[in-house]
């Protein structure tokens, strides 16, 4: 496992300096300037979150045989997985089901905890835009 998240690093950081190369560290740099704290911020609530759900993920696992921060990692690469391959948002899950079964968990456990998970994060979506657009209709009854 340690093998394959140096690998991942290393690939990370390559595409990084890609892309930062192809952009210009100039240009990319007044880009992250600009943005201040945004930037910041934004990447810090993201892995916040994905922290809770590689957590929340272990969680729902019994038996299992590592502690959370190897389904913290998990949930990183299911992530990037479905971010780096936008039209196969499922491919992600896949692999993260494929990796507990690597990792000496049963299939259909491995497997039903990740639809498990998707589920809850879907409710989750559910409610954030409930709550959302509730706070937005008051904010426009308080408005008028």
């Keep these: 496992m340690r093998s394959f ?37 934004v990447v810090a ?40 391959f936008p039209l196969a948002v499922v491919g992600g899950d896949v692999i993260g089901a494929r990796l507990l079964v690597q990792f000496g968990v049963a299939t259909k456990l491995a497997v039903a905890s990740v639809l498990v998970d ?6 989750c979506l559910i409610v954030f835009v409930l709550a959302g657009s509730v706070s937005s209709r008051a904010w426009s009854v308080t408005a008028l």
């Design 5 to 41: 998240a140096v690998l991942a690093a290393i690939f990370g950081v390559a595409l990084l300096t890609g892309l930062t190369v192809y952009y210009g560290f100039d240009e990319v740099m007044a880009a992250i300037a600009s943005s201040r704290w945004a930037t910041v911020l």
């Design 45 to 84: 609530a993201r892995a916040a979150a994905l922290v809770g759900a590689g957590i929340g993920w272990w969680a729902l696992v019994p038996g299992r045989q590592w502690g959370p921060s190897g389904f913290v990692l998990l949930r990183f690469v299911r992530e990037g997985i479905n971010t780096f």
């Design 118 to 123: 998707v589920f809850i994060q879907v409710v």
